[in-house]
């Protein structure tokens, strides 16, 4: 019999979960990068993010699929494709209130998964895109990850999980992405940035074009969104419109403000945690049946992350000066 | 040319700007000559501020003609015109709250090629070169303004006069040519204030910095301006010397009210005022 509120500690040896969890972890650490950019460094307050990751992954797949292009090619095009997307979302909408601009970007998220949900011959609809006969979008991703097992076996990692490619090359764009962020934000293209964060109009006045700094940041954290995208695709095997539901942009704001604004490493550390509070919460054992545990998880996971920031409401990495400041 | 036979730098023709049925600025004309100290006075609600925001690009006119330097700048945008060298400060400061003092004065400066991302990537000799200049000039300035000290604090800890000294430091990074100051000296004390109004003497002076200033205070306007120019509900009333408009019977009823013996003006329902 097990005491309750215990947790059995076996499943910390599961390298095949916690591969899958830092994936997640991963994923949600590129979707709160491009958000830190916006909201932490430019004063956006972006709540498409989770569009911007469907259209990089939708486009992606349907040009594997559906045109002649190769994974590869259609990777750089499906990112421009959501560039473009983030470019046009910006035109009409960054000229509002940051509490106009949250509603306009989340509808706007939310019309291309109902297009994904709806366009059934472009994206397969609720059915799920996958493989097109005997062609499936992920194939020649797969060809690589084979490839980089072999070579991790080579190195003397006996058996290596079939996810672990993924999870290599995941962190590995994270943290480029983050080093290209935190290196652009101290050149003076950042500092004007923070100029537009902390008053568009003083920016104005001092001749900079705060609108052209806020369309740049959007359409980068588009760029970083298609990223994002393209690995949970990868990473299910599938691409589904419910997997682009609005939920996605609230955790990775979660994970923005556990990490503290205005830190990008700080949204690193802020997903790992995350994921890992979520998903190691499946584990507690509260002597009660596992759909209860299911159901209870959220609102432990959800208690945790409260507490943390009862205590340090700046997040992790934010800096209290800064959030005083801001207020 | 104006009638001092010096060069007009900006100019005025009828300028309009409505609120709904209000007309806030209503077809207000005057010009500032290159090198003056100009002050614009008037009572509350004149239409002052409204006219700093038509005519720096933050309000759309509905009519009316502005030059500075012989350009056309109505319908320009706010950052076009600060960077023909016609700059504006706030009447309620604007600090960059979580910026650092130094990182405000710096944003300020003009021809930074880094602030183009694809140069501070791909040329970043040239963007750290002129960042190095850039700081340079702006410690020099903080030095002017007494605010060495704080260059390295959040710009949000400072005091409401330290901010104004900060937000006047920040324009003339910018080397603008015309300044248009709301209501610099409010808030800060009489010794800092001398200090300012020092300054600009000293920046038009050296280096041919006109002025446009909205002001409050009499004895500042009438001993550090050469030029006053007085609106009253949205209409340019007078324009002129500091003695002469002191005596300008228009001027006196409308505003400077004490001054003289004035005949009780009628308040809304048509009663003298008490």
């Known amino acids: 019999m097990h005491l309750p509120l215990a947790i059995s500690l076996?499943?910390?040896?599961?390298?095949?979960?916690?591969?899958?969890?830092?994936?997640?972890?991963?994923?949600?650490?590129?979707?709160?990068?491009?958000?830190?950019?916006?909201?932490?460094f430019t004063g956006i307050v972006n709540f498409g993010a989770a569009g911007f990751m469907a259209v990089g992954a939708y486009s992606m797949a349907i040009l594997t699929l559906k045109t002649g292009l190769s994974f590869w090619a259609s990777l750089p095009i499906s990112m421009l494709i959501t560039i473009g997307f983030g470019f046009l979302l910006g035109l009409p909408s960054l000229r509002l209130r940051a509490d106009y601009l949250a509603i306009v970007t989340i509808a706007a998220s939310e019309v291309v998964r109902l297009v994904a949900q709806n366009a059934r011959d472009l994206t397969g609809g609720n059915q799920g895109l996958f493989c097109e006969g005997a062609k499936c979008f992920d194939d020649q991703w797969?060809?690589?990850?084979?490839?980089?097992?072999?070579?991790?076996?080579?190195?003397?990692?006996?058996?290596?999980?079939?996810?672990?490619?993924?999870?290599?090359?995941?962190?590995?764009?994270?943290?480029?992405?983050?080093?290209?962020?935190?290196?652009?934000?101290?050149?003076?293209?950042?500092?004007?940035?923070?100029?537009?964060?902390?008053?568009?109009?003083?920016?104005?006045?001092?001749?900079?074009?705060?609108?052209?700094?806020?369309?740049?940041?959007?359409?980068?954290?588009?760029?970083?969104?298609?990223?994002?995208?393209?690995?949970?695709?990868?990473?299910?095997?599938?691409?589904h419109p419910l997997d682009y539901e609005p939920i996605v942009t609230f955790y990775a704001y979660a994970i923005l403000v556990l990490g503290g604004l205005a830190n990008y490493w700080g949204v690193l550390a802020g997903a790992v945690i995350f994921w890992v509070i979520v998903e190691g919460t499946r584990f507690l054992e509260l002597g009660i049946s596992e759909v209860r545990l299911a159901a209870i998880r959220f609102a432990i996971a959800g208690l945790i992350l409260i507490l943390i920031m009862v205590f340090r409401p700046q997040g992790l990495f934010g800096k209290r000066d800064e959030m005083v400041l801001g207020e | 040319?104006?009638?001092?036979?010096?060069?007009?730098?900006?100019?005025?023709?009828?300028?309009?700007?409505?609120?709904?049925?209000?007309?806030?600025?209503?077809?207000?004309?005057?010009?500032?000559?290159?090198?003056?100290?100009?002050?614009?006075?008037?009572?509350?609600?004149?239409?002052?501020?409204?006219?700093?925001?038509?005519?720096?690009?933050?309000?759309?006119?509905?009519?009316?003609?502005?030059?500075?330097?012989?350009?056309?700048?109505?319908?320009?945008?706010?950052?076009?015109?600060?960077?023909?060298?016609?700059?504006?400060?706030?009447?309620?400061?604007?600090?960059?709250?979580?910026?650092?003092?130094?990182?405000?004065?710096?944003?300020?400066?003009?021809?930074?090629?880094?602030?183009?991302?694809a140069n501070a990537i791909f040329r970043p000799a040239s963007s750290r070169r002129r960042e190095r200049e850039v700081r340079e000039s702006a410690l020099e300035l903080l030095e002017v303004f007494n605010l060495t000290p704080l260059a390295d604090e959040y710009a949000g800890t400072l005091s409401g006069g330290q901010r104004k000294l900060l937000e006047l430091a920040r324009a003339l990074m910018t080397r603008p040519r015309l300044l248009l100051l709301d209501e610099p000296m409010a808030g800060i004390n009489p010794t800092l204030g001398r200090r300012l109004l020092d300054h600009m003497q000293r920046l038009r002076a050296e280096e041919g910095v006109s002025f446009l200033f909205i002001e409050h205070d009499m004895e500042v306007v009438m001993n550090h301006s050469d030029r006053v120019v007085v609106m009253a509900e949205g209409k340019v009333i007078a324009a002129g010397e500091p003695h002469e408009v002191r005596e300008d019977k228009a001027v006196i009823d409308a505003y400077l009210g004490g001054s003289e013996p004035v005949a009780p003006r009628p308040n809304a329902d048509g009663a003298p005022k008490p």
Do not use: H
């Open chain 1, 10 to 40: 076996n499943f910390l040896t599961d390298t095949g979960f916690w591969t899958g969890v830092l994936i997640l972890a991963g994923v949600y650490a590129l979707v709160a990068l491009g958000l830190q950019l916006n909201m932490g």
């Open chain 1, 142 to 239: 797969r060809d690589v990850s084979d490839k980089i097992v072999g070579w991790l076996q080579d190195l003397g990692w006996s058996n290596p999980d079939q996810l672990v490619p993924l999870l290599l090359v995941v962190w590995l764009t994270v943290i480029v992405v983050t080093l290209g962020l935190v290196f652009a934000q101290r050149t003076p293209w950042g500092r004007v940035l923070r100029a537009v964060r902390e008053d568009e109009d003083a920016a104005r006045a001092l001749g900079k074009n705060a609108f052209s700094y806020k369309l740049q940041s959007l359409s980068i954290s588009a760029a970083i969104g298609a990223i994002a995208g393209w690995f949970l695709a990868l990473d299910l095997a599938t691409l």
């Open chain 2, 1 to 117: 040319m104006n009638s001092n036979g010096k060069t007009t730098i900006f100019e005025a023709q009828g300028v309009v700007k409505r609120f709904g049925g209000i007309r806030a600025v209503d077809g207000a004309s005057f010009s500032v000559g290159e090198g003056s100290i100009t002050a614009l006075i008037g009572p509350n609600g004149a239409g002052k501020t409204t006219f700093f925001n038509v005519v720096t690009g933050f309000y759309r006119s509905d009519d009316g003609l502005a030059a500075f330097d012989g350009t056309q700048i109505l319908g320009r945008r706010p950052y076009e015109i600060a960077r023909l060298g016609m700059v504006r400060t706030f009447q309620i400061t604007k600090a960059l709250a979580r910026m650092p003092v130094i990182d405000n004065m710096m944003l300020a400066a003009p021809d930074q090629p880094g602030e183009k991302l």
